[in-house]
Nanobody, 114 residues
Framework: QVQLVESGGGLVQPGGSLSLSCAASGIIFSVNAAGWYRQAPGKERELVARIIPGVSSVYTDSVKGRFTASRDNAKNTITLQMNSLKPEDTAVYFC????????WGQGTQVTVSS
């Protein structure tokens, strides 16, 4: 059974940083495409970052240069380091992994506000 568990969300002031983690069981991140989506209130879920084995991570334009997605194969986790956060980054963030179908984490709230 595949299970993804996110952690690290919270409240941060504009310009601050947060790091999200996603721990997997029942599946190995190192051999499967994975990444992060987010969903803001009243908006559709959007791709934030995609981690493809053997390829550099791909980011949506609005987070390029601010967010970094990475994978720790030893811990079987993926991480989203978010710097220079803006109020428009406020959303629920979901990790996912693809193997035959897409598996999702439960989501973690990130709120950027002064």
């Amino acid at each position: 059974q595949v299970q993804l568990v996110e952690s690290g969300g919270g409240l941060v002031q504009p310009g601050g940083s947060l790091s999200l983690s996603c721990a997997a069981s029942g599946i190995i991140f190192s051999v499967n495409a994975a990444g992060w989506y987010r969903q803001a209130p009243g908006k559709e879920r959007e791709l934030v970052a995609r981690i493809i084995p053997g390829v550099s991570s791909v980011y949506t334009d609005s987070v390029k240069g601010r967010f970094t997605a990475s994978r720790d194969n030893a811990k079987n986790t993926i991480t989203l380091q978010m710097n220079s956060l803006k109020p428009e980054d406020t959303a629920v963030y979901f990790c996912y992994v693809d193997r035959v179908r897409r598996y999702w984490g439960q989501g973690t709230q990130v709120t950027v506000s002064s």
